[in-house]
């Protein structure tokens, strides 16, 4: 389901690109911003999400994701679980509006169970490795999909993400984002601000 999901994304910003690409050959995909915002779990745990991207050449730039939800339970019961992504991204293929990249870097997730009597902690770095592509389809809209692997607990987990953003202005957009970790199958919305 999936790799279903992921192929008709690509599909769909692809031909949306290739229809657009003579009326919005300026256009560029965005990599300089910071974000913050809501972030639901789908078994009904809810927190924040914090970004951060900035360009260091017209190639390479740097991200930073970090979400974490906490779901109160029934007697005094709480989990938090936080998941941090740090990358390094270079971008393979760029044309008018549309950019294909890869990123890759190190990964944190940190879980804590909280009862009355007793607390658990794990907390693990690994690393993180995507592909994606990221489309400026009008001045106003832009699509990004990625999909790839993170390794953490000694245990390699498949990772995709699908974001949608709509922009105000050229300085401030909202980001609509659905992403898929281990157990953080999470929807997110977001502010953005470009600088």
Do not use: C
């Not at 690109?17 to 003579?22: E, K, M």
């Not at 009326?23 to 560029?28: H, L, M, V």
């Not at 789908?42 to 951060?52: H, K, M, Q």
């Not at 300085?171 to 919305?189: C, E, H, I, N, Y």
């Amino acid at each position: 389901m999936k790799q279903l999901l992921a192929s008709s994304a690509l599909a769909s910003m692809v031909l949306f690109s290739n229809v657009a690409l003579a009326q919005n050959a300026d256009e560029k995909p965005n990599y300089d911003f910071i974000g913050a915002g809501y972030a639901h779990e789908s078994s009904y745990n809810d927190g924040y999400l914090l970004e951060f991207e900035k360009s260091l050449t017209d190639r390479f730039f740097i991200s930073a994701d970090y979400r974490s939800l906490e779901n109160d339970g029934e007697g005094n019961v709480d989990l938090n679980n936080k998941l941090l992504f740090a990358d390094v991204g270079y971008k393979v293929f760029q044309y008018n509006m549309l950019d294909v990249y890869a990123k890759a870097g190190v990964a944190n997730y940190k879980s804590e169970l909280t009862m009355p009597q007793n607390s658990f902690d794990n907390d693990d770095t690994g690393w993180h490795a995507a592909i994606g592509a990221r489309a400026r389809i009008t001045s106003w809209f832009e699509v990004d999909f990625n999909i790839g692997m993170a390794d953490v607990f000694d245990n390699t987990q498949d990772t995709m993400r699908i974001t949608t953003r709509f922009y105000a202005t050229d300085k401030l957009s909202v980001a609509l984002q659905a992403d898929s970790f281990d157990a953080f199958d999470t929807l997110g919305l977001s502010v953005r601000y470009s600088f």
